[in-house]
Structures are given as structure tokens and as C-alpha cells.
């Protein structure tokens, strides 16, 4: 009869395996490792029990045991797991070899002792152990063979991600926080409530080897759209029983409130939103990421190429977004050709149905640039994204649409990233498309069958009549011009009826109400011009701006005589005061600092429930503080509170500010996290380690007069 025996018999030496699997940052004192890279564990044995037998040990996955593996005595081949032993004194050094392409997940190893007629005279159980990908490893198909790229899209937790429009690209930081504690085992819960998961679950265990299977899951699961998925996306107010948006600084929040709500849809995400916890999942998993924004993102439903936006404002057909995020991840692809290795892009964003779920990816960046549509997956729709046309037309009485305006080379602009060297940004645009005009980007229009111009050599006359729109960079709550021009470039005088509207949109073009619009007939004197200035006043957007604070101002003008009248457009996003972050005093490990944020009220109105949002991967988890009462216009509010950071290292602390009329107000420092000396004596903080936050206080100032 067997003895059966528990963990109290095995040292997992989790320190020393994690540290030399670089997965210390995310636990200490479990075993988690990478595939592909031997780890060993102690186990109390005793010689007398090996002289009369051998070990066996077995593998579980699953948690009905979808997979059972029987770990070889010797090195066959690489596709299989091994082990060695080393008898010291009462117990014996087992070392496991993973094979590169093993399955991603927990398992649970047995170790049997077994008598020489092949009875099992003892049973180890009970130990667990993670085991996740490794970019480290040539083998591994995530294989990355440039360290600072690793340092930068797997291990660090601190990211920025780019928003705005091309002409003012505004950036917003984020907290990924892979290594949080609970997230590798949330990712894990991502897996586990998959579709796939929960119709196969031996099928779906025995396919986590791969990383094209897993992170298209991961794009399918992000959104809640067709299953028990994370984030419930929402573009227009309101947003009644959730948060907005702008709100979050960080993927933890989410992810944990998905998990400890039993995997209902957290409320309310958007790109960047879809693309930063996918991120943080696909780091946590070992998979290097990073996070990628295309500016003037195009939507092709219907895959002509060709983006038709007619001059109403309720269509929810074709549309452009003034950015889109998405991320790409790097791995090998052995089901496509040769080719097509590298960056993957995989976006999360629920946009339209991939195989009848909501997912896109992984799709090979190189296969866009090429104009590969037929690689999968997805292709066809990303190619659009970065590369199709812009067509205005107008409802004319009638009801028959004249076309205005063709644009074909808005879409796809500085496509962007962080940079692995700081937080600069990166323009990735030549990985996704050749030069504009060069004979290699017509080559890639031919194959992929968008419409080429055809090119000249000659310099183009300029139109007779051409619009412009200026405009300075104005402030959320100030008041600004918008100047619409009109030049008559040629010989007669023109006679001209002029419209400026300014509408607010949101980032990806939804409308939200009209603020201000003129009509004027004006004679324009041939080789002159005219302006007309259109006063923007707070009060005419604070209504119906979003989140996003994003002013559409169109110009559209037709000429007396002429059947083809001709517009513009510009996007002015209003920007809104930094939070100004401060810490005082060095940061310690388990050691209280003090931090301070200061915020004035830039608006002519006051503010009514405001409320600080701080969070920092390794520093505290998010807490909000509440700011009691109304702030006044011009009001400086200062707020002061203490936590004690938790790991060592260079944080970022991010903070958001939110109110009645004033959102997505960001703020971020720069913390350095010393290790505590050696004669510190733990107090309070030491003891109970980041309790988020131990005290806030709100210090104000008035303006004068006030």
C-alpha cells in the first residue's frame, strides 16, 4: 500500500528558481518558471527507499486533469519533458526539463517511489508549480534575442500610450502591472472562461502550447461581447453603473474587479483601454508586447477600402477614429510561410466579428506592409485600418449623395509606440507601410486592390479655391477663434457661400452636439482671400464636449457657378492642466513617504464631486480620495497622503482627477524604491506592507478674491 505524503517533504527552492527564471517580480515564494529552462526541487527521500526502487514523476493539467504527462527518466528528444537526479544525504535533487513548446498553466506533480516490481511504495503530491513562456530561450517560438526589447516588452510594468490626433499627439501613462500580486493567476482565470475553455477543456489545455492560439483567445476574451469576457465597452455617455473610461491609469483595477465579481464585465473600457489590459495578460504570460496607436484609424465594415463618410451625423456605418490602439506581440509563425515571423498585431477592441467572435489576430505586421491579405487572420481589416481612402459626399435635396472630397493620405499616421530607450515615442509607420508615393507603396496597393493614384512627375497647379482652417492650441474652459480662409487662387473674383460648424465628437467620431455655426456669402477678389473668424466661448461646448474634449470644426464653401463645391476638417483637442505629483522624501521598501499632488481649477465654473484616483505598480493599489465640497474657479487644491511601496525599483505613480464638469486630468512622478537597511526594525508599515492608502489630507488654497 502506498504512503502517501504531502508538500512538508519538498522544497521547491522558489527563490532561487524564479530568480534565475526572471520571475521574481511576480512571486517569491511560489514556483513559477519558464518553459524551456530546467528548474530543480528538493525532495526528502531517503537512501534505503531509492536502493530498493526508482522515481516516477507525473504531470497534471487541468482541473480535471485534461492533461496527464509522464516525465521521462532521460533526455529523448526536445519535445518531451525530463528529469535527473542527485541523491545528498536524506533527500534527492530532482531537475525538470521542460520542453520549449510546452504547455503554458499550472501543474501538479506527483513524485513516486517505486518498488522494483513496479508498485508504488510512497506518493509525493501536492506540489504546484507554474509554468509560463520564455522569450529567453532560442526555441521558444516567442523567442526575443535583444535584451533591452525583453527589459522594455515583458518586464517592465510602466507604459505610455499615445492619443490625440496626428497634429497634436498627447500621451497618457499606464500602470500594466503584470506583476502585480493575484494577476498571473487572474490572466490564467482569463484562459480558463474562454469559449474554447469551457466547451473543451482537454482541447482547449492540450492547444495552450502555442502563442498564436493563446493571444487570439486573449483578443477574444479582453472584450465582453461573447463571453464571460473582461472589459464591456461603451463610446458615448452616459455611464451609468460603471466608469468612465478616461478614469482608468491601469489594467489591475480591472482585471481583479473582473475576478473577484465572478467574471462578470467589468464597465466601461475603450481602445486604449482593450489594448492596455491585453498587455498586461500577454506580458504576464511571458509573451512580449507593446502597445501600438495608428492615428486617423479607418473602420472598412464593408472591405472596399474605402471609408464613406456622408455629411449627417447619426450614421454608425464607416467611420475614422482620430486614434486606435491595439498591441502587437512578437512570436514565430509555423502556420504561415516563411516570412511572416515578428510582430503580431492582435486587437482586443470589439469592432467586428473574426470567425463569428469578437477578436482580431494575430495578423503579421510584415503581411500589412506587403499587402499579404490572405495571411489570417484578419488582414484584409488592418490593411483598411492603416491604409484606406477617405470619401466625403453630401445628401443633396434630392436625396442623391454627391461626392465632395476623396482624402488618401490621412489614414495610417505616425503609428506609434513607447520607446524601449525612455519615454519617448517611437514612429513604427515604416513597419506597417512603404513611403507614401514610392513605387513600392503602388506595388502594395495593386496586390492588396485599393485604387492607385496614378503618379507624376509634374508639380501640381494649385486648385483655383482652396479651405483652410487655423486655429491656436486652445485650454479646456477658455474661449478661442477658429479662422476658416478661403483663397482665390485664380484670375476672376468669386462669389462664395461659406459654412463653419464646429460639432463635439468623440475620439472615434461620434457626434455629441452641435456648439457654434455661421453661414456667410462673401466676394473673394481673384489672388486674394478672405476670413472669417468663428468665436468658440466655453459656454458653447461645456455641454456637449466629451471626455475626450474634442472640437470637429468642417468648413464647407461652394462658388457661384461652380458644381463641385469643396470642404476641410480639422479635430482641435482642448487640453487640460497636468496634476502636478511630488514625493517628499526618499522612498523606502515597507517604509511610509509621503506624497503630494496639487491641481487648479482652470474652468470659470466650480467643480463638484472631485475625486483623486492613485495607484502604482509596486507602490499601492488604486484608492481613490475624495475632494469634500466644490472648487472654485481658479481654487488650488492640494492633497497629501502616505503609503508604503512594496517592491524596489524605479515606480511610477499615476494619479487621475475627476469631476462634474472636468475629466481625465493625469498626473505621474518618478519613484525610486531603495531596499531598507539592514538594521531597520519593522513598524506598522513594514508589517503590514501596502495597505494602499494609510491617510490623505486636503490642503486649499483660494484665488484672490475669492
Known sequence: MANHCLTSDVDLRSRENNSSHRTKEIDRDRLIVRRGQPFSIAVQICDSELQKGHLELVLHLGKRDEVVIKVQRQRSNAGHWWFSQQALQDEVMLTLHSP?????????????????????????????????????????????????????????EDGIIYSGTAEYISSISWNYGQFEDNIMDICFEVLDNSREALKNSEMDMERRSDPVYISRMITAMVNANDDRGVLAGKWEPPYSKGVVPSKWTGSVPILRQWSSSGARAVKYGQCWVFAGVACTVLRCLGIPT?????????????????????????????????????????????????????????????????????????????????????????????????????????????????????????????????????????????????????????????????????????????????????????????????????????????????????????????????????????????????????????????????????????????????????????????????????????????????????????????????VFTVEGAGLLSAAPIHVEGEIFPGQKVEIRFSFSPVRTGVRKLLVDFDSDRLKDVKGTATVVVRKKSRAYIPG???????????????????????
Open 290 to 610: 507593446r502597445l501600438v496607436t495608428n492615428f486617423c484609424s479607418a473602420h472598412d465594415v464593408d472591405g472596399n477600402l474605402c471609408v464613406d463618410l456622408v455629411d449627417t451625423f447619426n450614421s454608425r456605418k464607416d467611420s475614422y477614429w482620430n486614434f486606435h490602439c491595439w498591441v502587437e506581440s512578437w512570436m514565430r509563425r509555423h502556420d504561415l510561410p516563411k516570412g511572416n515571423n515578428g510582430w503580431q498585431i492582435l486587437d482586443p477592441t470589439p469592432q467586428e466579428r473574426s470567425d463569428g467572435v469578437f477578436c482580431c489576430g494575430p495578423c503579421p505586421v510584415t503581411a500589412i506592409k506587403e499587402g499579404n491579405l490572405q495571411v489570417k487572420y484578419d488582414a484584409p481589416f488592418i490593411f483598411a485600418e492603416v491604409n484606406a481612402d477617405i470619401t466625403h459626399w453630401r445628401v443633396l435635396p434630392d436625396g442623391q449623395r454627391q461626392k465632395i472630397h476623396v482624402d488618401q493620405s490621412s489614414v495610417g499616421r505616425k503609428i506609434s509606440t513607447k520607446s524601449v530607450y525612455g519615454d519617448s515615442r517611437e514612429d513604427i509607420t515604416l513597419l506597417y507601410k512603404y513611403p507614401e508615393g514610392s513605387n513600392e507603396e503602388r506595388a502594395v496597393f495593386e496586390k492588396a486592390g485599393r485604387r492607385v493614384t496614378q503618379s507624376t512627375n509634374e508639380i501640381a497647379e494649385p486648385p483655383r479655391l482652396q479651405l483652410l482652417i487655423k486655429h491656436a492650441k486652445p485650454v479646456f474652459g477658455s474661449d478661442f477663434d477658429v479662422i476658416a480662409e478661403v483663397r482665390n487662387n485664380g484670375d476672376e473674383d468669386a462669389h462664395i457661400q461659406l459654412m463653419v460648424l464646429a460639432t463635439a465628437v468623440t475620439y472615434n467620431s461620434l457626434h455629441q452636439g452641435e456648439c457654434k455655426s455661421q453661414t456667410i456669402r462673401v466676394k473673394v477678389a481673384a489672388h486674394a482671400g478672405h476670413r472669417e473668424v468663428l468665436r468658440l466661448r466655453y459656454k458653447d461646448y461645456a455641454t456637449c464636449a466629451s471626455e475626450h474634449h474634442l472640437i470637429r470644426v468642417k468648413a464647407f464653401a461652394e462658388a457661384q457657378g461652380q458644381n463641385q463645391p469643396f470642404m476641410t476638417m480639422t479635430d482641435i483637442p482642448l487640453s487640460v492642466p497636468e496634476l502636478l505629483v511630488q514625493l517628499q522624501g526618499k522612498a523606502v521598501v515597507q517604509q511610509q513617504v509621503t506624497a503630494n499632488i496639487s491641481f487648479t481649477n482652470p474652468l470659470p465654473a466650480p467643480l463638484k464631486g472631485g
Open 684 to 706: 506598522i508599515s513594514g508589517i503590514f506592507g501596502n495597505l494602499g492608502l494609510l491617510h490623505a489630507t486636503r490642503l486649499t488654497g483660494f484665488p484672490s478674491g475669492i
Open 100 to 156: 520549449p513548446a510546452a504547455i503554458v498553466g499550472q501543474y501538479r506533480l506527483a513524485v513516486l517511489v517505486m518498488s522494483p516490481n513496479g508498485h508504488i511504495v510512497r506518493k509525493i503530491e501536492g506540489i504546484s508549480f507554474h509554468l509560463l513562456f520564455n522569450p529567453w530561450n532560442q526555441d521558444d517560438a516567442v523567442y526575443l534575442p535583444d535584451e533591452t526589447q525583453l527589459q522594455e516588452y515583458l518586464m517592465n
